[in-house]
């Protein structure tokens, strides 16, 4: 029987039918396309025992002047910087009290604390911090009450309960991304309130980790507005969302849509000292103290608030202005200072800014209906702004990524590409991303690069997921497209670390393209990947097909495992829209590698039908694989 080699199109084509889109590939997950072959991707490990609560929604590297590497991590409860494996909590502080506001409330048998403290405003998940607490009386010690707290439930503005737990620091009581604290029940002689010496600080209210649509009463976070009023605002903008720069080694950072504030590295202990606002910098004039997003521009060291609150009107926010700082002075946005450089812009088109890029020669500033051009100028001015395209969308603040001087996002129904103007990104996978998409959420997406395969990743959610739970990847290089699933939330490339980082929904952080396997558990547990051809028939199809031999072609090259596997499928339809009648699959192993890596020779199979198509996948830990040209041995075998 003649053979016949197999050589696909490379990336997904899901545009089309599966029998229409012959000789390419049609569907696949963990794998990617390298020189035009798919392979499996690689693998990952979690970095440390430490876990984050809360949804990882940015992660932001650097390092400091001592070249110690810091990771900033923002998530809808906290915002750590992680060093050495572990996370160091520098939320700020949104408010502290005075000595002797804060009264506590036992009641014997039970954890539960009520805590009065008149205009509190916090809200259901906030974090708060006691100190200058006595004894209650029994088990409720100082000891106890001088820590840090979940607030439970919300009363009304003026009182909220806790729940007393035994002492530890709450990175310890944080396992797998949950507050797990050992609770401590009152006894009949906790009668007393605390002292007249407890100071409550309490951090930056808790931001959504998901996505409720909706205005009405009680939709948002508590606080919000004014008490039994409606909300005004969808409560998609109040998704908690954190941005953030670098000043040298120091940090500006911001709650998307509310305060900016500032970290210094330069401390006697900066991991574990909190982040301040900007505004109570010694010399501050006139900084922003609400913003869509902070960043400082690289070649001008200019501190920029997109979507901020003017100078003249401080706390009310302006969607569309712009402003930023005198030239490396994070502190002074005098504009009425004659020598300073410190101004404002304000677009004139959309109704509020997303998000802005940062590339090599431009930041690219994006409203909800257009995309601007924002450079560096000098003074007088400083910055100049121009309109680069209009009726342009793009589906998140995060969405959108820089590599070199090109920008990629996606927007609601498209794909875009800035390389000097804005352009539709061809795709072979558009209608199923966004045919399964769970519009809800599209907060949430975000764009990630992976350059050292010139790849940029988009995470999104399917339709029936309320979190990211698929992946869609453009190869900018071979100009490919591929899909897969993977929870992540976060992602940053190579950099000051030597291999991307990712936030999952776990509470974990971890390192990938490392290994071949999943490294979320202990012991690691298999990645399932697999690559599926498009249907081929031979001439019109008219005929039906026997298959009764396979030749492979991959290599195992780089696995660990003794004896890597790979799974060939061959599959037979009658008819493109039935199913398949007849699948055959056949193990092929590697059997050794010296003199030349060797493999199964030949797999004897028996399938029959109209059409053919084949399928690679592994489901063992420890094999890495890479397809090459297998063949099959293929006859025609009548018409009946």
Same mark, same amino acid.
């Given at each position: ?19 229409? @889109?012959?000789?390419? +590939? ?31 929604? !940015? ?27 572990? /996370? ?30 008149v205009s509190h405003g916090a809200s259901p998940g906030d974090y708060v911090t006691y100190s200058g607490a006595v004894t209650l009386g029994t088990n409720i010690t100082a000891a106890v009450l001088n820590q840090e707290y979940l607030i439970d439930t919300v009363i009304n503005s003026d009182s909220y309960t806790i729940r007393a737990r035994e002492v530890d620091s709450l990175s310890d009581i944080t396992i797998d991304g949950q507050y797990t604290p050992v ?52 409560? =998609? !903008? ?24 500032? +970290? ?64 490396? !002075?994070?502190?002074? +946005? ?93 795709? !072979? ?23 050292? /395969? ?32 993977? =929870? ?95 699948? @055959? ?39 890495? +694989? ?15």
């Amino acid at each position: 029987m003649p053979l016949q080699k197999l050589q696909f199109r490379p990336g997904i084509n899901k545009e089309t039918t599966s029998y229409s @889109n012959e000789g390419g +590939w049609f569907d696949c997950d963990k794998v990617r396309f390298r020189a035009g072959l798919p392979e499996k991707i690689g693998g990952w490990s979690r970095i440390g025992n430490n876990s984050f609560l809360g949804s990882g929604r !940015s992660l932001h590297p650097w390092s400091s002047l001592s070249l110690e590497n810091f990771l900033g991590l923002g998530t809808n409860a906290k915002y750590y910087i992680e060093s050495g494996q572990a /996370f160091y909590d520098i939320t700020p502080i949104r408010a502290t009290t005075a000595a002797g506001e804060v009264e506590f409330t036992a009641s014997a048998g039970f954890s539960t604390l009520t805590v009065l403290d008149v205009s509190h405003g916090a809200s259901p998940g906030d974090y708060v911090t006691y100190s200058g607490a006595v004894t209650l009386g029994t088990n409720i010690t100082a000891a106890v009450l001088n820590q840090e707290y979940l607030i439970d439930t919300v009363i009304n503005s003026d009182s909220y309960t806790i729940r007393a737990r035994e002492v530890d620091s709450l990175s310890d009581i944080t396992i797998d991304g949950q507050y797990t604290p050992v609770l401590v029940l009152a006894a009949a002689g906790d009668t007393g309130a605390g002292g007249t010496a407890v100071v409550g600080a309490y951090q930056v209210n808790t931001g959504l980790d998901t996505t409720v649509l909706g205005t009405g009463w009680g939709a948002g976070t508590w606080s919000r507005g004014s008490w039994s009023s409606a909300a005004t605002l969808g409560v =998609a !903008s109040l998704l908690r969302l954190w941005t953030q720069d670098n000043l040298g080694q120091d940090l500006i950072y911001n709650v998307q849509d509310g305060g900016v504030y500032y +970290w210094s590295a330069s401390t006697a202990s900066p991991l574990t000292t909190r982040g301040v606002e900007l505004s109570s910098l010694a010399g501050a004039i006139g900084t922003p103290t609400v913003a869509r997003q902070v960043m400082v521009s690289d070649t001008d060291r200019h501190v920029i608030a997109f979507g901020a609150d003017p100078s003249n009107n401080i706390g009310i926010q302006d969607p569309l202005l712009i402003r930023f700082s005198n030239q490396q !002075s994070p502190q002074n +946005w005098d504009v009425t200072d004659p020598n300073g450089t410190a101004g404002d812009l304000r677009l004139g088109s959309g109704s509020r800014i997303i998000v802005a890029i940062e590339t090599r020669l431009q930041i690219l500033v994006f409203t909800d209906v257009s995309v601007h051009a924002m450079q560096y100028s000098g003074p007088p001015l400083t910055f100049g702004i121009s309109l680069i395209s209009e009726n342009t969308t793009i589906r998140s603040g995060a969405s959108a990524i820089a590599i070199d001087d090109a920008v990629y996002w996606m927007g609601n129904n498209e794909f875009y590409i800035y390389n000097g103007g804005v352009q539709k990104l061809p795709c !072979s996978v558009r209608d199923y991303v966004f045919s399964d998409f769970n519009e809800s959420q599209s907060e949430k997406v975000f764009a990630a690069s992976n350059t050292a /395969f010139s790849e940029v990743w988009w995470f999104y959610p399917s339709a029936s997921s309320e979190d990211l739970d698929r992946y869609v990847v453009f190869n900018y290089v071979q100009q490919l497209w591929y899909i897969g699933t993977l =929870a992540r939330t976060a992602w940053t490339d190579r950099g000051a670390n030597s291999l991307p980082i990712a936030a999952s929904n776990d509470g974990y952080l971890y390192t990938h393209e490392t290994g071949f396997d999943d490294g979320s558990t202990n012991p690691p547990s298999p990645i399932y990947s697999f690559v599926e051809s498009s249907q081929f028939d031979l001439g019109e199809g008219d005929q039906f097909v026997f298959v009764n031999r396979l030749i492979p072609d991959l290599t195992f090259r780089n696995s660990t495992a003794i004896s890597p596997v790979v799974d060939f499928t061959v599959k037979t339809r009658n008819f493109p829209g039935g199913a398949y009648l007849q699948q @055959n699959f056949k193990p092929v192993e590697k059997v050794t590698s010296v003199p030349v890596e060797q493999f199964t020779q030949d797999a004897h199979i028996r399938v029959r039908g109209r059409s053919v198509a084949i399928s690679v996948a592994s489901d063992t830990t420890g094999v890495a +694989w890479r397809l090459g040209s297998p063949r099959l041995s293929i006859r025609p075998d009548g018409r009946r």
